[in-house]
T-cell receptor, first 116, second 113 residues
Framework: GAVVSQHPSRVICKSGTSVKIECRSL??????MFWYRQFPKQSLMLMATSNEGSKATYEQGVEKDKFLINHASLTLSTLTVTSAHPEDSSFYICSASGVQDHTEAFFGQGTRLTVV | KNQVEQSPQSLIILEGKNCTLQ??????????LRWYKQDTGRGPVSLTI?????NTKSNGRYTATLDADTKQSSLHITASQLSDSASYIC????????????FGTGTRLKVLA
């Protein structure tokens, strides 16, 4: 299957700072990328959907000014957690869907964010 | 409301044994149903994907079944290995033209030596 790479895999930041997470499709062009959040022992919760070259669509309850999403190219989307709080500590996962095949979405390996 | 429920929540088995995980869904209509394996601290990896017209799909020691009439799916793991210890997530895609998957809460499997 296609490869989606997420970076960093782990990050620790101080409260009030911002942190950027990258999601790259390595061997295909991703028209759509999804960002999820996962709390311990819970399932993935969709935060937002981003399409290349347009603004992201956020799920209800997700603050767009806090979770900035940029999908500037067909191979890269970024999620920036601004003014991070300890409650933002979570596992963030991206997935990408390709230009040729919209039926499959491939997941990144996830980013463990800890805000101290 | 579209929902995907999985059972059991957690399961412990001995290495070499078989096990079956269950998934019930209310998503209708739906495009496909997938089973993912998620290791701790990692992203989900696809095991099987079935459309509504398929009844079974195998991937090595993993066999998924689907009954679209009863809206049930199962994932059978044969001859379990220690590396099978993970969360297994059932995911349903509505046939609404979007990619908003409906995720189950997962079954956490622990395989003991």
């Amino acid at each position: 299957g296609a490869v989606v790479s997420q970076h960093p895999s782990r990050v620790i930041c101080k409260s009030g700072t911002s942190v950027k997470i990258e999601c790259r499709s390595l061997d295909f062009q991703a028209t759509t990328m999804f960002w999820y959040r996962q709390f311990p022992k819970q399932s993935l919760m969709l935060m937002a959907t981003s399409n290349e070259g347009s603004k992201a669509t956020y799920e209800q309850g997700v603050e767009k000014d806090k979770f900035l999403i940029n999908h500037a190219s067909l191979t890269l989307s970024t999620l920036t957690v601004t003014s991070a709080h300890p409650e933002d500590s979570s596992f963030y996962i991206c997935s990408a869907s390709g230009v040729q095949d919209h039926t499959e979405a491939f997941f990144g390996q996830g980013t463990r964010l800890t805000v101290v | 409301k579209n929902q995907v429920e999985q059972s059991p929540q957690s399961l412990i088995i001995l290495e070499g044994k078989n096990c079956t995980l269950q998934c019930n869904y209310t998503v209708s209509p739906f495009s496909n149903l997938r089973w993912y394996k998620q290791d701790t601290g990692r992203g989900p990896v696809s095991l099987t994907i079935m459309t509504f017209s398929e009844n079974t799909k195998s991937n090595g020691r993993y066999t998924a079944t689907l009954d679209a009439d009863t809206k049930q799916s199962s994932l059978h793991i044969t001859a379990s290995q220690l590396s099978d210890s993970a969360s297994y997530i059932c995911v349903v895609s509505p046939s609404s033209g979007t990619y908003k998957y409906i995720f189950g809460t997962g079954t956490r499997l622990k395989v003991l030596a």
